[in-house]
């Protein structure tokens, strides 16, 4: 509630000030006219209090009158519904109760009541001013409401910038104002240096405010709460002198105050809570708290704000939750605290904290929740003397060491238990974890010198509550006993050395798992499947072998029904899938890549309407690709590459969500669809090593997203000046287009356009990757040649950009757009029948490494502009005509004789042949000779 504590209220919410309202033509209708009438029944007229002529004169409304062409009345001349009531200065007396007719009139825009003598609780009307859903302009100004404006209203209107204005100076002795969610975008902000010095409470969070914020405001002299959150596109500055003594809340967090803490804050001694969450402050936090002995709730966090912790901070008494996580604060923990008695939740994640991991943060008596992970802290965890009641326990990402001590676990109330990602050793045994039976989440992944007890005793122990385990990337070497007897949900053993098989006595107490992860061991057998109502299953990298999916996909098997993820990659599986998979109806992910399975990909996966990957990817099936996989419409990644696939590209693709296609490394002929063309959302299309016989597809340049298109070794052929001279590839990053019979000369405006190849390389390269689950990702990779190797790329979007357009018919020049390209890392040309000189403009392909211009004609010099590529490590430009000294400096100097090699005309290091110049020109003339 906004309480306003006033008999003035004024709602200014409109883009006009006019306050005439002229007549319509329009019949009235005549419910509308009625519900006017009875409003006229339920008000009195009385000129009294002010000017004896009232503006608007209500007693003439009547019934042998169109309402529309009532004074005051305003209606819409196509439906007649009454749009505007005008009746400011109109001796107007009464109330307006929950009931009135009034708000009968739903599509009301304007509204103008003010200036009369209404009387009553406006708060007790709000909910029936809601029915006004086109309101634009309510003014209820000048009468003697009383009570509070109700929120939910205000999140309803808009006020303009004049009206606001008009609020900040006609109200001088107002104390609260709350504004939460109005829109103010069209304020001026200069317009709160107008706000009385009385104001105490200002709430004006969330209301798309813009601009400069006035540092005075934070210094009215009877502010106790300032609450601006939400307002992300509000800059400003924190006073450094002159605060309002008074102030006891402060929240300015998801705004953009930019500058540093002030010292000031010292001084702010009635102050109760602090909130800066999600600012564009730096340097560093004073340390000047000492005097805030109220303060129960400080955040700092997501700032980038740099130094040592202040120390003074561990002293505030009242403290309950102190947030500075997610900033570059430095320096260690202090070694003892026993001020911090009340402090509930402690955040500290995210910066750059060492020092060792004193015991004092497990002793505190109120502590609830801890997380210190993503820091630079070291050593052996101390004892813990005195263990507190703390719940929650993160330290992943540290480089702890040492192993765990037994104290940690006389933490009884803990529900959570995070120590992955550090160098701890030693072995887990279910009686450390006894006294633990409030546990939650136990992660102590990724600390490779970490194991686990196996012993047959530890059945005897139980986790009632245990419902996720983590212990991938340790040294785990067979099946824990002691989870067996928990009500695990999710249990991730990745990364280890389980070898064997699961058995029915291993998959026991296994009944309520949801998701296990058992990919990189060496699993060989599947004997038993785990669960009864497993939905995510990954046993990617193992060593299983033989036609086990016949059997352990068995959907007969009720256990089965609700498998949405199946990850079978890189084993040794054989036989061929069958068509009973495709009763699992729920199936989202099937990965079955990188084994030896074949036979022909039923059709029937067509029918898997939630299928989001299909990846079948180096395996031996043959035959056609079922055109019903075409059809599904929630599929985003379909893999299918390097197998012995025959017949067409399938013509039916009508999925927009498909990103990634790769039908590389097959048997496959014929045109490329254009139906592709309705994959909208394509990002990667790979159809290289195949035997497709088609001019170059244009449509291609319809896909705005499509980044990496590879048509390599294939029969492509023609022309591409027709093609693909006025297309636009603003987001291609990897193209290639070798290995084909492609002609003709190249179009410079198929360069221009290459958007994403002209600007800068992004400094932070983002993976490509598909989200599975909460915890697991699909990587996408990418094969491409460069520095004359072949690599897989796991991640493709911003970290390489290449063109490689070798093994073609191309001739004609070199067009000196491709200069333009300033984010190319690869660049092949080679075996063309290329002619003309290497465009000097290459000379501004900084980011490139490797370069390929052998087996051309080319022929002039080499430009020196190319000593400038630092980064350029391969470089062949043999089988040319180019003439004249080899350039020397920085990376020229590290190419060899085979970088030249038959160009006859070159001399200079590294080759053997001297350069011998002409004294007869200003330009040098260059003899080549024999040393």
Not at 437 to 454: Q, R, Y
Not at 671 to 676: A, D, E, K, M
Not at 678 to 700: A, M, Q, Y
Request: with cysteine.
């Amino acid at each position: 509630m906004g309480s306003l504590c006033l008999v003035l209220v004024l709602l200014q919410l409109s883009w006009s000030l006019s306050s005439s309202v002229p007549p319509s033509s329009h019949l009235c209708l005549p419910h509308q006219r009625d519900a006017l009438l009875h409003f006229k029944t339920t008000i009195s007229v009385d000129c009294g209090f002010v000017d004896p002529s009232p503006k608007i004169d209500i007693e003439s409304w009547n019934k042998s009158i169109d309402c529309c062409s009532w004074k005051g009345v305003k209606c819409d001349h196509v439906t007649g519904h009454v749009i505007n009531i005008d009746l400011s200065h109109s001796c107007v007396v009464g109330s307006l109760f929950a009931n009135n007719s009034l708000f009968q009139l739903q599509n009301l825009q304007w509204l103008d009541l003010s200036a009369n003598d209404l009387v009553g609780s406006l708060l007790e009307n709000t909910s029936s001013l809601f029915h006004f859903h086109r309101l634009k302009r309510l003014n209820l100004a000048n009468n003697n409401f009383d009570g509070d404006i109700s929120t939910e209203l205000l999140s309803r209107l808009r006020f303009d910038g004049q009206g606001f204005d008009m609020l900040a100076r006609n109200l001088t002795k107002l104390r609260n104002l709350v504004l939460e969610f109005v829109d103010l975008s069209d304020v001026a902000l200069t317009s709160f240096l107008n706000l009385s010095s009385s104001l105490e409470h200002l709430n004006l969070s969330w209301c798309q405010l813009h601009g400069e914020f006035p540092t005075q405001v934070f210094q009215l002299p009877n502010l106790k709460i300032l609450d601006l959150r939400g307002n992300e596109n509000l800059r400003g500055y924190l006073p450094n002198t002159n605060w309002s003594s008074g102030l006891e809340l402060l929240n300015l967090s998801n705004c953009g105050f930019r500058g540093s803490i002030p010292s000031s804050f010292g001084n702010l001694t009635q102050i109760i809570s602090i909130d800066l969450y999600g600012n564009l402050l730096g340097g560093q936090i004073p340390d000047v708290f000492g005097n805030l002995r109220k303060l129960t709730s400080l955040r700092f966090s997501s700032c980038s704000l740099s130094g040592p912790l202040p120390i003074t901070i561990f002293n505030l008494t009242k403290i309950t939750l102190l947030d500075l996580s997610n900033n570059h604060l430095e320096g260690p923990l202090p070694n003892q605290v026993t001020e911090l008695q009340f402090l509930e939740e402690l955040e500290l994640y995210d910066n750059f904290i060492s020092g060792g991991v004193p015991s004092w943060l497990f002793t505190l008596p109120s502590l609830l929740q801890l997380d210190l992970s993503y820091n630079k802290l070291v050593g052996p965890i101390d004892r813990i003397q005195k263990p507190s009641s703390i719940q929650e326990v993160d330290m992943s990402y540290n480089n702890i060491s040492g192993s765990i001590p037994y104290s940690i676990f006389d933490l009884g109330n803990l529900t959570l238990l995070d120590l992955s990602s550090n160098n701890l050793s030693g072995v887990i045994k279910s009686d450390m974890l006894s006294n633990l039976t409030t546990l939650e989440v136990l992660d102590v992944s990724s600390n490779s010198l970490l194991s686990l007890s196996t012993s047959g005793n530890d059945v005897n122990y139980s986790f009632p509550r245990l419902t996720t385990v983590n212990f991938s990337g340790c040294s785990v070497r067979q099946f824990p006993n002691f989870f067996q007897t928990s009500k695990l949900q999710h249990l991730y053993l990745s990364n280890n050395m389980i070898s064997g098989g699961i058995s029915k006595r291993e998959a026991e107490g296994w009944e309520g798992l949801l998701s296990l992860d058992l990919s990189h061991n060496f699993l060989t057998a599947l004997e038993q499947f785990p669960g009864k109502n497993l939905v995510f299953l990954n046993l990617h990298s193992n060593l299983l072998q033989g036609a086990i999916l016949s059997t352990c996909l068995n959907p007969q098997i009720p256990i089965l029904k609700e498998l949405s993820v199946i990850i079978f990659s890189k084993n040794k599986l054989t036989g061929n899938i069958p068509s009973s998979i495709c009763n699992f109806s729920s199936l989202n992910v099937l990965d079955l890549s990188k084994n030896s399975l074949s036979g022909t990909i039923p059709d029937c996966l067509g029918n898997l309407s939630f299928l989001k990957l299909m990846d079948l990817h180096v395996n031996n099936f043959y035959g056609e690709i079922p055109s019903s996989i075409c059809n599904l419409s929630s599929l985003n990644v379909l893999d299918l590459s390097k197998n012995s696939l025959s017949g067409t590209v399938p013509d039916s693709f009508v999925n927009g969500k498909l990103s990634y296609i790769f039908l590389n490394d097959n048997q496959l002929e014929g045109l490329v669809p254009p139906s592709s063309a309705n994959c909208t959302s394509l990002e990667i299309l790979n159809l290289g090593n195949n035997k497709l016989t088609d001019r170059f597809p244009h449509w291609l340049a319809s896909l705005p997203s499509l980044q990496v298109l590879i048509l390599r070794f294939n029969r492509f052929y023609g022309s591409l000046r027709h093609s693909i001279a006025s297309s636009n590839f603003s987001s291609l990053q990897i193209i290639d287009l070798s290995g084909n019979k492609f002609t003709g000369t190249l179009p410079t405006s198929f360069f221009r356009n290459l958007r994403a190849m002209k600007n800068k390389p992004r400094e932070r390269p983002s993976d490509s990757s598909v989200m599975l689950d909460d915890n697991n990702y699909y990587q996408i990779s990418v094969n491409v040649t460069t520095k004359k190797l072949e690599l897989e790329l796991t991640k493709v979007v911003g970290i390489f950009v290449s063109m490689d357009l070798s093994n073609n018919k191309f001739f004609g020049q070199i067009p000196k757009e491709v200069g333009q390209l300033i984010s190319l890392h690869m660049l092949n040309f080679s075996h063309n029948n290329f002619t003309g000189p290497i465009p000097t403009s290459f000379g501004n392909l900084v980011s490139l490494e490797s370069l390929d211009l052998s087996s051309n004609k080319l022929s002039g010099r080499i430009p020196s502009q190319m000593t400038k590529l630092t980064f350029l490590e391969v470089l062949n430009l043999s089988k040319n005509n180019f003439v004249g000294p080899i350039p020397h400096g920085n990376q020229f100097n590290t190419f060899d004789n085979d970088s030249y090699s038959s160009n006859i005309g070159l001399c200079g290091p590294p080759l053997s042949k001297q350069c011998i110049t002409h004294w007869g020109g200003r330009t040098a003339c260059t003899i080549v000779g024999e040393t």
